[in-house]
């Protein structure tokens, strides 16, 4: 198979596992870069990653490294898919040793803890107005994705060209990848959908029914929306893949550590054991308080946002978040 394009993937996690497997089968040669030798050297000697994706093994045109300045020298495309937490100070490393001409996307799910930013607010920062860059978002279990079953996504970025360029990188037989230039609402629900996912969660931890699911699916795809619309992302956005496709994905499959999450609180366990279990970053904990922040900036209301931070952060019983959802005055659905 002809090699189309070498592209590098920082973040060797399940998800930048699979998205380096889907390039790699694509046809692209692809190098796939972890920051910690600890983590990265069983996936160089077993050629598959075992703590997340097991039974998996890499293609030959997929390389693994620690050296960032090698794993991004003469790459064509640089894809980001480390957790939000560790965007900014991954950028900064990056901005020493990238190419004015290599091509930039990222598949982070999450406001910038601490900030509340966007994180094409923090790629701007780092890297300056003028450099294309693209997000990508929508419903994809990453274990699904590197098992190859049908997924699609949407790449988002300011220039249509460039986000048709990333889409092409990831469309193949198994992948479709539909294109916007709704950066803003595209990278709001990934963000949001991990908050209620948690809702969800917990409610069917405390032992709630498909109604109660529903409910907060629904609801919670209205506040988004609302969020969303409020900071410039279009309404068409919340209605597609990266809206309700990655929100029903979200919160109703075990797949998602933030579902787990939520699962776990309404268990009655600590959060602390919670992510303890799970293993792995669930960002909707973080992001419960940072897309309230935004709310709030924007004098918006997300009654289970709220009712999620209140819980994780603020010590609030999960059934008494319940009682005061409920306890909400009456009012028009469409209001």
Known sequence: MMLSATVTVLGAGSWGTALALLLARNGHAVRLWGH????????????????????????ASLAVGVDLEVAVADADWVLLATPSHAYRATLKRLRSVLQTTT?????????????????????IEVLGECW??????????????????PTAVTVAARSADHAHKVARLLHGSNMRAYTSTDIIGVELGGAV??????????????????????????????????????????????????????LVLTCTDNQSRNRRFGLAIG???????????????????????????????????????????????????PRRAVEVLLARDLRSEVA
């Open 103 to 123: 091509g930039l996307a990222w598949a982070t799910k999450g406001l910038e803890p601490g900030s509340g930013q966007f994180l094409h607010e923090v790629t």
């Open 193 to 246: 959908k991990n908050v209620l996912a948690i809702a969800t969660g917990i409610a069917d931890g405390l032992g709630f029914g498909a109604n109660a699911r529903a409910a907060l699916i629904t609801r919670g795809l209205a506040e988004m929306t609302r969020l969303g619309l409020a900071a410039g992302g279009q309404r068409e956005t919340f209605m597609g893949l990266a809206g309700v496709g990655d």
């Open 267 to 317: 268990r009655g366990e600590t959060a602390s054991a919670a992510f303890a279990a799970i293993g792995q970053v669930v960002e909707g904990a973080a992001t419960a308080r940072e897309a309230l922040r935004l709310a709030q900036a924007y004098d918006v209301e997300m009654p289970i946002t709220e009712q999620v931070d209140r819980v994780l952060h603020h010590g609030q019983d």
């Open 36 to 59: 910690d030798p600890q983590e990265v050297a069983p996936l160089q000697q077993e050629r598959e990653n075992r703590l997340y994706l097991p039974g998996i093994p890499f293609p």
């Open 132 to 149: 294309p860059m693209a997000v990508i978002s929508g419903p994809s279990f990453a274990g699904e994705v590197a098992r190859c079953q």
